[in-house]
């Protein structure tokens, strides 16, 4: 499962500071973390793959008619640029169980309920980078150099903790790199802005995987991958762990998420390759 399952090229890299306890490192993800991935499978939703009635960027629901949906249309036009690539791992609802394991990590105000909350969105994220890199790979035509994280928009000082999240297992901490920091420009719900973040080290040529825990707009990991991308890195693609989405918005979306829900979850298949499921740890990321 370790060795060059998250990347394409290995190197050296020290943890964030400010995990935690100090007897609490990275730790390896084994044959027990495919089996905390299944059991957190019931948390999750189907991404449908692009297509008629869903978005062709964020696989979420668009107006009838309309091959992207209106915050995706909207935040690339703010920008001028997004990056094509958009692979949630599960689609979910506000006060979902998903939902409450994403705000837990972060806000949680006991630190062992965050570690527990931050390890269980740790393990979907690994053993969907495993499971379905070589469908990253594919829809990329490339694969990535390291993996780096969207930084806080709302003010939060420190650490991200999704960057001290990934700290959590060391096959993630060691193929992460943080290359960016916050910048002037202004960023809200469906504001996208091509200052609203700065790359803070050298990545002129980089492969990059941005990585984040939500995707609602888009209007921050776009903002994001701007960045990288005006900075030259190539965004190899945005892998959110979920991507919200608000049946109550319209009757559409309410018939999307319908349809979603009556469909079966399945770690081993992705909005990528829509075909059969994948044997756990079949990739070759």
Known sequence: MAGALLSDTR??????????PADLGPADFGPADFGLADALARLCRPVPPSGPGVCALCHG????????????????????????LVVPMSLYVVRSPLHDCLR???????????RRA??????????????HGDCLRTAA??????????????????????????????????????TLCRGPGRLGHTRASVN???????????????????????AR?????AALHRAGAQVVAIVPVGRVIDPSHSPHVSAYWAT??????????????????????????
């Open 11 to 20: 190197f050296a890299s020290t943890p964030p500071a400010d995990l935690g």
């Open 61 to 84: 629901c668009p107006r009838p008619g309309f091959a992207t949906c209106w915050s995706c249309a909207r935040v690339a036009g703010q920008l001028g640029w997004v990056c094509p």
């Open 104 to 114: 837990r990590y972060k806000d949680a105000a006991r630190q062992d309920s965050r």
């Open 118 to 131: 931050a390890r269980s969105v740790t393990t979907l994220l690994v053993r969907f980078l495993v499971d």
């Open 141 to 178: 035509g490339t694969g990535w150099d390291y993996l780096s994280t969207v930084p806080s928009s709302t003010g939060r000082t420190g650490t991200h903790p999704l960057e001290a999240a990934l700290g959590q297992v060391r096959e993630l901490a060691a193929r992460h790199r943080p």
């Open 196 to 218: 609203g973040f700065s790359t803070c080290r050298p990545v002129d040529g980089d492969r990059v995987l941005l990585v984040d825990d939500t995707f609602t707009s888009g």
């Open 221 to 225: 990991a776009q903002s994001a991958a």
């Open 260 to 285: 979603r829900v009556s469909e079966t979850f399945d770690l081993g298949r992705c909005c990528l390759d829509g075909g059969a499921s994948r044997s756990p740890g079949a990739g070759s990321v």
